[in-house]
């Protein structure tokens, strides 16, 4: 199937652990994203990589890393995770340039982060 | 002022109604507009994008742009219990061109009743 996968589903870790949650497009997409969705489910950019490089960066803590190895995959390594960081992270992806379909986001099915 | 505004409902219909939903936007240079629908504990679907004033019609879905205005909204038609979910407004404000920041309001609740 086409589309975009993430792993783990559920991560569940303590203060002050380093996790990272991975990402795969096998859309073609040359653009992907991270998004975290709160508690209150609002759903807000972090990064964004296009053909590996970052183009978006909306002021994320240092403690959040994206690593873009090729186009079809973005990771998301956190340090010293703390309370704070329990969400639901989201990848995406999309193709950039004018034509059908053109911007258009599609979202991998979440990461579920607890950190207790 | 936020920056893509929706009612959180919850919004609810009987089933076979038309259901309404609204978003306003405040930056006037934004040039692309979706709606996702997200299902509880899923992840967002996109179901409608539109770039042009006027109307967009998909299947049960029609999306309507009015740039003057600031304003989108997504009619669904024949609402079915299966509609029963949050929509999400998004808007690039960037536009084309300008890299593909999308920003979400904070959904409408949608609830169809049989």
């Known amino acids: 199937d086409t589309a975009v996968s993430q792993t783990p589903k559920y991560l569940v870790t303590q203060m002050g652990n380093d996790k990272s949650i991975k990402c795969e497009q096998n859309?073609?997409?040359?653009?992907m994203y991270w998004y975290k969705q709160d508690s209150k489910k609002f759903l807000k950019i972090m990064f964004s990589?296009?053909?590996?490089?970052?183009?978006i960066n909306e002021t994320v803590p240092n403690r959040f890393s994206p690593k873009s190895p090729d186009k079809a995959h973005l990771n998301l390594h956190i340090n010293s995770l703390e309370l704070g960081d329990s969400a639901v992270y989201f990848c995406?992806?999309?193709?950039?340039?004018?034509?059908?379909?053109?911007?258009?986001?599609?979202f991998g099915p979440g990461t579920r982060l607890t950190v207790t | 002022q936020k920056e893509v505004e929706q009612n959180s409902g919850p919004l609810s219909v009987p089933e076979g109604a038309i259901a309404s939903l609204n978003c306003t936007y405040s930056?006037?240079?934004?040039?692309?507009f979706f709606w996702y629908r997200q299902y509880s504990g899923k992840s967002p679907e996109l179901i409608m994008s539109?770039?042009?004033?006027g109307d967009k019609e998909d299947g049960r879905f029609t999306a309507q742009l009015n740039k003057a205005s600031q304003y989108v909204s997504l009619l669904i038609r024949d609402s079915q219990p299966s509609d029963s979910a949050t929509y999400l407004c998004?808007?690039?404000?960037?536009?084309?061109?300008?890299?593909?920041?999308?920003?979400f309001g904070t959904g409408t609740q949608l609830k169809v009743e049989l």
């Open positions: 995406a992806s999309s193709q950039e340039g004018p034509g059908t379909g053109a911007y258009e986001q599609y």
């Open positions: 859309l073609g997409h040359d653009t």
């Open positions: 990589y296009n053909n590996k490089e970052l183009i």
């Open positions: 930056d006037r240079v934004s040039q692309s």
């Open positions: 539109i770039y042009s004033n």
């Open positions: 998004a808007v690039n404000p960037l536009g084309p061109g300008g890299g593909n920041k999308l920003t």
